[in-house]
């Protein structure tokens, strides 16, 4: 694949924080193309060289912005079955901070939904190792199961901190992470009955 040219790459940019801050003053569902190439200012005929759609620039918009978070929650899930997770864990937040509009919009947008799904499911898949390598011979709870359930308390632990105002510091929130999704959902799965006894 050719390296983009960096005025592509401007544009792209300008379009897709022009979107951001029109999401942020009304409903997603409202939002049109000139709006948003007035805000970036950009020719209306500009935006349909690098998109076909606003659905599109917005998949486009939170794909890169998810892929920082997924580094991080990378770092998490090779340490979480042996390490305390604390300090991590509020790194994710850390993160969520810096970018907190991209993520009220991932949460909040309606237009979201489908790339919050696949987040969540990417997010999932990132902790299944280790929650398989805690899993035992016909545990009740399958690795899955438990992969899915962290990644869905994730997500959620996120958006009540950005609905409340985020009043709790990033590393509270890291702890609270590791104890109340992390450190309660190994915890069970490493014991949870078996099935047949």
């Not at 924080?17 to 007035?38: G, H, M, P, R, W």
């Not at 709870?141 to 990644?151: R, S």
Request: aromatic residues 6%.
């Amino acid at each position: 694949m050719g390296k983009i040219d960096p005025r592509v790459k401007r544009t792209r940019r300008l379009l897709g924080n022009a979107l951001v801050s029109l999401i942020l003053e009304k409903a997603y569902e409202q939002i049109t193309i000139k709006e948003i190439t007035d805000r970036a200012e950009v020719a209306y005929i500009t935006f349909f060289r690098h998109y076909d759609s606003i659905d599109e620039l917005l998949m486009q918009v939170l794909g890169n912005g998810m892929t920082a978070l997924r580094v991080e929650i990378e770092k998490l899930a090779a340490q979480s079955a042996e390490h305390p997770i604390d300090a991590e864990g509020s790194l994710i937040f850390e993160h969520v901070a810096l970018n907190h509009e991209l993520f009220q919009i991932l949460l909040e947008s309606s237009g979201a939904a489908p790339i919050r799904k696949q987040v969540q499911a990417e997010i999932a898949q990132l902790f299944l190792q280790t929650c398989d390598l805690l899993h035992r011979e016909g545990c009740l709870i399958p690795g899955q199961v438990a992969a899915n359930h962290i990644a869905a308390s994730l997500l959620a632990l996120i958006e009540y901190w950005l609905v409340t105002g985020m009043p709790y510091s990033t590393e509270q929130m890291g702890r609270i992470y590791g104890q109340m999704i992390n450190g309660a959902t190994v915890t069970a799965v490493q014991n949870a009955e078996v099935i047949g006894n």
